[in-house]
C-alpha cells in the first residue's frame, strides 16, 4: 500500500462515515462539529501530502548533488528522512485519533474494517521517510542505468 493509498484510505473513512451519509439538517450542532472534525483531519492529511513531497524533492535533490557517490548520497538521505519522521509519527497519532473518534458512529462492518485496515495505514505512514527514500533511490539507480540518448 502507498502513502497515497493510506491517505486516500483515511479520506474514504472520513467519508463513510454517518454524517455523510445522511442529510443532517445544517443547524444540528453534532453534525457541524462532526464536519468541522473530519475538514480539520483532511487538512491535516494534506500537508502530511505535501511535507512527503517535499522531502522527496529533498531527497532527489541530495542524489542528484551526491554525484554518484553512494554513501554520500545514503547519509545524506537518513538525515532528512530523520528530519520528516516526527511529521510521519505525528500524523499517524493524530489518524489513530481521527479513526478512535469515528468508530461509535460507523455501523459495525465498517468498525471491523477499520480495525483491521488501522493499523496497516498507521505502519505506511510511520513508515512513509523510508519508503519514500527506497522509491528515491531506485529512480536514481534506474536513471544511472539507463543508456545515455
Known amino acids: 500500500m502507498s502513502l497515497r493509498t493510506a491517505l486516500a484510505a483515511a479520506a474514504v473513512l472520513a467519508l463513510a462515515t454517518p454524517a455523510f451519509a445522511q442529510d443532517a439538517p445544517a443547524a444540528d450542532p453534532a453534525a457541524a462539529a462532526q464536519a468541522e472534525t473530519e475538514a480539520a483531519f483532511e487538512a491535516k492529511g494534506q500537508a502530511f501530502q505535501q511535507a512527503m513531497a517535499t522531502m522527496r524533492g529533498e531527497m ?4 542528484t548533488a551526491a554525484a554518484g557517490d553512494q554513501t554520500k548520497a545514503n547519509a545524506d538521505l537518513d538525515a532528512i528522512a530523520a528530519r520528516y519522521q516526527p511529521q510521519a509519527e505525528t500524523f499517524a497519532t493524530e489518524l489513530d ?15 471491523a474494517q ?5 493499523p496497516m495505514i498507521r505502519a505506511q505512514i510511520v513508515g ?3 519508503t519514500i527514500k527506497a ?13 545515455a540518448q
Open 128 to 130: 512513509a521517510p523510508a
Open 114 to 118: 477499520m480495525a483491521q485496515m488501522g
Open 97 to 111: 485519533a481521527f479513526i478512535t473518534s469515528q468508530l461509535p458512529v460507523m455501523p459495525p462492518e465498517a468498525q
Open 135 to 147: 522509491g528515491v533511490i531506485q529512480e536514481a539507480a534506474a536513471a544511472a542505468a539507463a543508456p
Open 60 to 63: 532527489q535533490a541530495a542524489v
